[in-house]
C-alpha cells in the first residue's frame, strides 16, 4: 500500500510538495516513482528514485524544476514541485515496483499504485 498526500491548488510558478509513504517498506529493494494524468492524456511518467542508492529519474517536461527525494527512516518519498505551471495540472500517483533501467521511467515498472492526488495549477 502506498499514501499519498500533499496535493492541492496553487497559481502558476508557486510550489507544492507530494509525499508517498511505504509504510510496509514493500519497496525498500526497488523504486518509487510519480506519475501523473491530465483528463484526456496517457499516464506520463514525472519522476523516480532507486530506493538503494537513491539516483532519480525526471521526465523531460519537469526538469529542473521538480525534485525527487527519499526518507530512509520513514519510509517516504517526496516530490518538490517548483515553477509550476498550469499544464503540470493533473492527478499524480505514486507507484512502487522493482523496475529495471528500462521499465523505471514507464508504468511497467511499477506493480503498486496509489490513490492518486489532484494538482491543479491556474495561470
Known amino acids: 500500500q502506498l499514501i499519498e498526500s500533499g496535493g492541492g491548488s496553487v497559481q502558476a510558478g508557486g510550489s507544492l510538495r507530494l509525499s508517498c509513504t511505504d509504510p510496509?517498506?514493500?519497496?525498500?529493494?526497488?523504486?518509487l516513482g510519480w506519475f501523473r494524468q491530465a483528463p484526456g492524456k496517457e499516464r506520463e511518467f514525472v519522476a523516480a528514485v532507486r530506493w538503494s542508492g537513491g539516483t532519480t529519474y525526471y521526465g523531460e517536461s519537469v526538469k529542473g524544476r521538480f525534485f525527487m527525494s527519499r526518507d530512509k527512516v520513514n519510509s517516504a518519498v517526496y516530490l518538490q514541485m517548483n515553477s509550476l505551471k498550469p499544464e503540470d495540472t493533473a492527478v499524480y500517483y505514486c507507484a512502487g515496483g522493482r523496475p529495471i533501467t528500462s521499465t523505471i521511467t514507464t508504468t511497467r515498472g511499477y506493480t503498486t499504485w496509489g490513490q492518486g492526488t489532484q494538482v491543479t495549477v491556474s495561470s
Open positions: 510496509g517498506r514493500t519497496f525498500s529493494t526497488g523504486g
